[in-house]
């Protein structure tokens, strides 16, 4: 409807789609293939695709700057973390892996996302509670996640000031979301071989820092250890470092998805040119 809503408004201006998915085109097999009848992947390209390629992108490359590493060798994970949330593991600058899947439901805890769940799930929701497959669907995508573990919100920074006040479910809703992304950042690494940095992103992973502290202190096996007092400061003035100076590191960095869009949309219209 964008599309063509803008073209009938500028009919001579020429349009440039960028691709959330495509950063992660460069997957390897192992990680994008689900263990389905390999037909289903050939004749109907079902695959894990990756979501927030845009910001996963900036981030990782923002990051070797700040580390002043050459992006062609670095190891990292970045974790994108809004009301969407996903995870990825860079290396050398391409993607190998990440979180989310053919659709951005798989993956993480979300605001409103379940992110993974068990697949005979709908089926137990059909015949139990008589819900249709659309339910299911609208259930997991718009009725879970933080909202869904807290009943009453899907903003991090109320369920933090609600589980001050002593909110239990609230408690939970946030120990589940550290503990799942802690998981993934984990599980990440072995696409790698080894990690350089993991970096925090996106509204949560820029402004919360008591996510990142919890985050980081379930993986303690991958060497990282917080530094409460720079985390407080969102790294400011460490080039984004949050880690102890012994530690692997680990950064914040702030996303900016519309910079990635306005310099491929240069990149494609002077390619335009050069070949007309």
Same mark, same amino acid.
């Given at each position: 409807m964008g599309i063509e809503a803008a073209k009938a408004a500028f009919p001579d201006l020429p349009q440039v789609m960028v691709f959330d998915t495509s950063f992660h085109q460069t997957m390897p097999k192992q990680a994008y293939l689900y263990a389905l009848p390999y037909e289903l992947y050939k004749e109907h390209g079902i695959r894990r695709y990756?979501?927030?390629? @845009?910001?996963? %992108?900036? !981030?990782? *490359? /923002?990051a070797a700057r700040l580390l002043e590493k050459p992006l062609s060798e670095t190891a990292l994970v970045t974790a994108h973390l809004g009301n969407g949330c996903s995870a990825a593991a860079i290396l050398g600058g391409k993607s190998v892996d990440t979180t989310m899947g053919l659709t951005p439901l798989e993956g993480l805890v979300m605001g409103t996302r379940s992110?993974?769940?068990?697949?005979? !799930?709908? #089926?137990?929701?059909?015949?139990?509670?008589?819900?249709?497959?659309? *339910?299911?669907?609208d259930m997991l995508n718009k009725q879970s996640g933080l909202l869904g573990l807290s009943g009453q919100t899907n903003d991090m920074r109320e369920l933090l000031e609600l589980e001050a006040s002593g909110d239990t479910q609230a408690a939970i809703a946030v120990e589940v979301f550290c503990y799942?992304?802690? #998981?993934?950042?984990?599980?990440?690494?072995?696409?790698?071989? %080894?990690?350089?940095?993991?970096?925090?992103?996106?509204?949560?992973? /820029? $402004?919360? !820092? /008591? !996510?990142?502290? %919890?985050?980081? $202190?379930?993986?303690?096996?991958?060497?990282?250890?917080?530094?409460? /007092?720079? $985390?407080? @400061?969102?790294? #400011?003035?460490? $080039?984004? %470092?949050?880690? @102890?100076?012994?530690s692997p590191c680990a950064m914040v960095v702030k996303t900016d998805e519309e910079l990635v869009i306005a310099r491929d949309t240069m990149k494609v219209m002077s390619e335009d040119e050069i070949e007309h």
């Open positions: 990756g979501f927030h390629g @845009t910001s996963h %992108r900036y !981030v990782s *490359e /923002e992110g993974d769940v068990d697949p005979s !799930v709908h #089926k137990y929701l059909g015949s139990r509670l008589h819900m249709s497959p659309q *339910e299911i669907s799942r992304l802690a #998981k993934a950042i984990a599980s990440l690494v072995v696409g790698l071989g %080894r990690l350089d940095a993991v970096i925090f992103t996106g509204g949560i992973g /820029e $402004n919360s !820092v /008591e !996510v990142r502290e %919890r985050t980081l $202190n379930l993986l303690p096996f991958l060497g990282l250890t917080v530094d409460p /007092e720079i $985390n407080a @400061t969102h790294g #400011k003035g460490l $080039n984004g %470092r949050i880690s @102890t100076s012994t």
